[in-house]
C-alpha cells in the first residue's frame, strides 16, 4: 500500500494516476510503447511461462517474487518476470497487448477487464475458473466475467471502502454507528455541536479523485447496484432524475463536510480523523498507511456506509480489486493456464499477504489468521456485499472520469446547488466516450 504506486487499488493518490493515463489507450501511449514482452515468439520454452507485472514497488515486487518461486517450485516451471512501474504499464497497455505480450500481465477487475476483452486483447480463463470458482463469492465471479459472460480475470486481493471514525472518540461521545441515513445525518448534526468536522474531506491538488467514493455509495444507497452501474457505463442520461436525487443527498451532507477540503490532501484529511478533529471519514482501507502506531491502529473502526432506501439495503461495496489476465495469443497456453491457477488459490494469496499485508485476499478459501482486526473485518464486509463496484474511474471511462465528471463534482462540492447545470454538463460529454 505505498504511496508511490500509480493504479494499484492498494495505494494511496497515486492508485489514481488511471485519471492522468486513461485506459492507456491515448495517444501518449501508442506514441512511446515502453511496456514490452520478455517472451520470444513461437518458439518459447516450453518449461516457461512469462509474467509482465505492475509491481515495480519493492513491497508488490517482493510479494510478487515469493508466489512465482513457489509456483516454479511446485511445477517445475519457470517463471520469467517483466517488471514495469505501475504509470508506464498504465500509459502503454494497449500497444503491449497489440504487440507480443507476456503470458500472464497483471491488470484490474470488472470495466477495465472487460474493455480489453471486448477488444479481443485477452484470453478467455473459463477452464482456470472451473478449478478455482469454489474459493470465490458471486460477487467476484461477476467481476472477473467479460461482457460475453467468459471469465477474463482471476482476481487477487482488494480492499473496501467505509465509514472510518476513532472508536475511543465514539466511546467518550456516546456516538453509535448509524445504519441508516437519518441516523448518518442526526449523528453528523450532533458532532458539529459538539465542535468537530463531522466529515473528513481532502481534495485538492490530485486528490480529486477522493470524493468519488461518497459519490458511489450515495447513488448507489439511493438507486442501487444496476442503474449505478449503467450510469458508469454511460448507457443512461446524468440528467436522470435518479442522479438528481444523489446530488441532493450530497447536498444534504455537505455542511458537514471538513471546511477548505478542496485545499487539503486526503493525508491531511485522514490525519484530522486520527487526531480527533473529525468524527469520520469516507475512505478505503488505505487509511492505514498514516498509522505508525499499532495501539493507534486498535483504535480504528468501521461501519458500512449506511442505507438510503431500504429496497437496496447496504448490498453494494466499493472494493477495488487487482489480479490477472491472460493475453489473447499467450506463447506457452498450458503453462500460463497452470501459474492462473495457482495464482487464483489460496495458498498464492496467502504468500502474497504474508509479504503485503495491506490487502486482503479476494480468495475466500486464504488464511485470515495473520490479518490484523480492519484486514479481518474488511474481508468480511466484503464477502457479505451481494455486489462489488471498483470506485468511479475503474467502473467507467476513465478519461470521462478525469476530464468531465470529477472537474463538474469538484466545483460543484465548492457551492452545491441542486445540480442540474453541472448534470447537464456531463451529460452534454457522454456521447464522447460511450458508443453504442
Not at 470488472?110 to 469454489?134: C, N, S, T
Not at 441532493?248 to 486520527?274: I, K, V
Not at 448534470?423 to 453504442?436: G, P, V
Request: proline letters at 5%.
Amino acid at each position: 500500500m505505498t504511496l508511490s504506486r500509480t493504479l494499484s487499488p492498494a495505494s494511496g493518490p497515486g492508485r489514481r494516476g488511471v485519471v492522468r493515463g486513461a485506459l492507456g489507450i491515448g495517444a501518449a501511449a501508442l506514441a512511446a510503447p515502453v511496456l514490452t514482452a520478455c517472451g520470444g515468439g513461437p518458439s518459447a520454452d516450453p518449461k516457461t511461462v512469462t509474467f509482465g507485472s505492475n509491481g515495480a514497488d519493492a513491497t508488490p515486487k517482493s510479494a510478487y517474487a515469493a508466489v512465482t518461486s513457489a509456483f516454479t517450485k511446485e511445477s517445475g516451471l519457470t517463471v520469467k518476470t517483466n517488471t514495469v512501474d505501475h504509470d508506464t504499464f498504465q500509459k502503454s497497455i494497449s500497444t503491449y497487448l497489440q504487440g507480443t505480450p507476456d503470458d500472464v500481465f497483471t491488470w484490474f477487475a470488472g470495466y477495465r477487464m472487460q474493455y480489453f476483452a471486448k477488444k479481443g486483447l485477452a484470453h478467455p480463463v473459463d477452464d482456470v475458473w472451473e478449478k478455482i470458482g469454489a474459493g470465490f463469492s458471486d460477487a467476484a465471479k461477476q467481476l472477473s466475467r467479460g461482457l460475453d459472460g467468459k471469465y477474463y480475470f482471476v482476481p487477487l486481493y482488494n480492499y473496501p471502502w467505509a465509514v472510518f471514525y476513532r472508536k475511543s472518540l465514539f466511546q467518550e461521545r456516546g456516538y453509535e454507528e448509524p445504519r441508516t441515513w437519518s441516523e448518518f445525518t442526526a449523528l453528523a448534526k450532533r458532532m458539529k455541536k459538539d465542535g468537530l468536522s463531522p466529515i473528513a474531506s481532502g481534495y485538492g491538488g490530485g486528490d480529486s479523485w477522493s470524493i468519488l467514493g461518497a459519490f458511489d455509495y450515495l447513488n448507489l444507497r439511493a438507486n442501487g447496484y444496476d442503474f449505478h452501474m449503467s450510469l458508469m457505463r454511460g448507457e443512461v442520461a446524468w440528467t436522470d432524475p435518479r442522479t438528481v436525487r444523489t446530488l441532493d443527498l450530497w447536498r444534504e451532507l455537505s455542511p458537514y463536510y471538513q471546511q477548505g477540503a478542496g485545499g487539503r490532501s486526503w493525508q491531511d484529511a485522514a490525519q484530522s480523523l486520527l487526531d480527533k478533529k473529525s468524527g469520520m471519514a469516507v475512505i478505503g482501507l488505505f487509511l492505514g498507511q498514516q498509522i505508525t502506531d499499532e495501539k493507534l491502529r486498535d483504535d480504528i473502526d468501521f461501519f458500512a456506509f449506511p442505507e438510503i432506501d431500504p429496497s437496496f439495503g447496504q448490498d453494494a461495496v466499493e472494493a477495488p480489486t487487482d489480479g490477472f489476465m491472460l493475453s489473447r495469443r499467450p506463447k506457452n497456453l498450458d503453462a500460463a493456464n497452470r501459474l492462473l491457477e495457482f495464482l487464483g488459490g489460496a495458498k498464492a494469496e496467502n504468500l502474497y499477504m504474508g509479504v503485503d499485508p495491506s490487502n486482503v485476499a479476494v480468495n475466500s478459501q486464504a488464511d485470515t489468521g495473520s490479518y490484523n482486526a480492519l484486514q479481518k473485518k474488511s474481508a468480511q464486509l466484503i464477502a457479505g456485499a451481494k455486489h462489488i463496484t471498483q470506485f468511479g474511474d475503474r467502473d467507467s471511462d476513465p478519461g470521462f472520469i478525469s476530464t468531465v465528471v470529477l472537474p463538474g463534482l469538484t466545483q460543484w462540492l465548492g457551492h452545491p446547488d441542486d445540480g442540474s447545470a453541472l448534470l447537464k454538463t456531463i451529460e452534454s460529454q457522454r456521447s464522447r466516450f460511450f458508443t453504442a
